[in-house]
Structure formats: structure tokens, C-alpha cells
């Protein structure tokens, strides 16, 4: 919540509109992880823009090392101040499209929504809207521990359990795709010299027609060893995952995908 006023504050400052979803020609869903890395900890941010049909036309990404420390917690280190610096970075690359896409006084990024629903705009303009749960408003997707990898292993991912609806088939495709787009080659089945990841969902109890909700991704080597685990913390609508997952399995897994690549071997040629 505090990400999505910082940037719609931030756009504002740039001239661009900021309106209702209703009055929206485009909507502007947010994604952020916090992690650790050699300089300190480190926040990454994605911004998918859609249009009023909700097809992505644009992506918007950058990250900004907000302290030179590192902490178990990464989000413990993230304060307003380097919220500030992020919307402004993210502020500039969404001015610098929507004044290619339209005229800056023609094109408006609509207000606020902090909900983990997507925005569905049916006017002129866009909205500033956290992507969909899980993978919003600020998941976590932080290596807890990490081991040196042997290049060209192949990589397994098994199907998620304890994941409601069509999650246990729908995180683990998505966490497929997103791997092998990143150089990880990943198999079908599993090989006794491979890495495999394994997922796992947590549901917790509903409250106010919320509901927590816990990804982990754990890579573990060939030896059978974990070597690393991927968390993500958020809440979600009651029972919206009962069913299907839809885009929240494919926004989960791309943000928990980065992280886990950074782990899994690549091959060399």
C-alpha cells in the first residue's frame, strides 16, 4: 500500500494523471521482492501495464539497493525513504512510455486500488493497482541459504503441493515456463544428477474475507540436500483460489523463478 502511494504520488509530480479505475485507459499492476545480494539488500520492482481488455502492453522493471546491510528479513531494511526512490524510478520509465503512447496531458494512470484484485478500467486512462495475489503488494522471495552449483545439471520441477484448485499443475507449469526463459534447463522428468525444485502452499484462516497465504520453493541438489528456500507471504481474496489460479499462479512463480535461477544450474553452451 505504501508502494502504491509513493508512485501515485510520483506520477502525479510528473504531470500524469491519476484517476479511478473506472475512467482508466490502461491499468498498472505492481509486483516487488526484497533479497539479499553482495552490495546489501537489494529491492527488485515489476510494473505490468494493461489496457482496457487487460492485455499487457508494456513491462516496466528496475531495482534499487536500499541499504548496504543485509538482514534475514530484507523487507526490515526497506523504509519510505527507498519506497520513494523506487516509485520515482518507476515513475520516469511509465512517463517516458505514456508520453510515446499518448500525449502526457491525454494519457492518465488511474488511482490507487491497494486490492488483490486487478483493476478492470472501461475509460480513458490506467491504474496503479498491486499485481494479483499472491504476488503483491510486497512478496517475499528471499534465499534463506544458498549453495555453490556444478553447471549443465538439469532442473526438475515437481508438482506444488498443499497448493487449493488447479494450483499443485498450474504454479509448477508457470515455474517451468519462467525458469527456461531464464537459461535453466529444465526437464519433464526428474534425473538422479539433477536439481529439483519442490513447492509447497500454505492456506491460513479467512478473516474479514481475507486469506493468508505462504508459497516456499525449495531447491534441493542431487545429493537430495535443500540448498535454498523461496518464500512468499501475502493475503487473498477468500477462497478466490478455491478453483482456478489463473494469472496469480504465473505472477507467483515469475517472482519466485528469479530468485531460484540465481541457484539451479545453467548450462555452459
Same mark, same amino acid.
Given at each position: 500500500? *505504501?508502494? &502504491?502511494? +509513493? ?16 475512467? /482508466?485507459?490502461? !491499468? ?52 519510505? /525513504? ?18 510515446? $503512447? ?7 494512470? $488511474?488511482?490507487?486500488? =491497494? ?30 541459504? $544458498? $549453495? ?12 506444488? !503441493? ?17 525458469? /527456461? ?11 538422479? #544428477? ?6 509447497? &502452499?500454505?492456506?491460513? /484462516? +479467512? ?8 508459497? !516456499? ?7 537430495? *540436500? ?12 477468500? #477462497? ?24 539451479? =544450474?545453467?548450462?555452459?553452451?
Amino acid at each position: 500500500t *505504501k508502494m &502504491v502511494n +509513493a508512485l501515485t504520488a510520483a506520477a502525479k509530480q510528473k504531470n500524469i494523471p491519476v484517476v479511478d479505475p473506472k475512467d /482508466a485507459d490502461y !491499468s498498472v499492476m505492481g509486483l516487488m521482492q526484497a533479497g539479499k545480494e553482495t552490495r546489501g539488500s537489494r529491492v527488485t520492482y515489476i510494473g505490468d501495464i494493461t489496457d482496457k481488455t487487460g492485455k499487457r502492453v508494456k513491462r516496466i522493471q528496475g531495482d534499487e539497493i536500499v541499504s548496504p546491510k543485509k538482514s534475514g528479513d530484507p523487507w526490515a531494511l526497506v523504509d519510505d /525513504a527507498a519506497l520513494d526512490r523506487v516509485a520515482a524510478k518507476a515513475a520516469t520509465d511509465l512517463h517516458a512510455w505514456l508520453t510515446g $503512447a499518448k500525449t502526457p496531458e491525454a494519457a492518465a494512470v $488511474a488511482g490507487a486500488q =491497494p486490492t488483490a484484485r486487478q483493476a478492470k478500467p472501461v475509460s480513458s486512462t490506467a491504474s496503479l493497482t498491486p499485481a494479483p495475489a499472491p504476488a503483491q503488494p510486497r512478496p517475499l522471495a528471499t534465499p534463506v541459504r $544458498a $549453495a555453490a552449483v556444478k553447471p549443465d545439471l538439469t532442473v526438475y520441477v515437481q508438482s506444488v !503441493s498443499g497448493a487449493p484448485g488447479d494450483g499443485q499443475t498450474s504454479l509448477a507449469a508457470a515455474m517451468r515456463k519462467h525458469l /527456461a526463459s531464464q537459461g535453466v534447463r529444465v526437464t519433464e522428468t526428474k534425473s538422479p #544428477n539433477g536439481y529439483t525444485v519442490q513447492g509447497n &502452499v500454505e492456506m491460513g /484462516a +479467512a478473516q474479514d474475507g481475507k486469506q493468508p497465504i505462504k508459497i !516456499s520453493w525449495q531447491v534441493v541438489d542431487p545429493s537430495g *540436500k535443500p540448498v535454498s528456500n523461496v518464500v512468499q507471504r501475502n493475503q487473498v481474496d477468500e #477462497n478466490s483460489l478455491d478453483v482456478t489460479w489463473g494469472p496469480t499462479a504465473d505472477a507467483a512463480a515469475e517472482a519466485a523463478s528469479v530468485e531460484v535461477a540465481k541457484i539451479v =544450474p545453467r548450462p555452459t553452451t
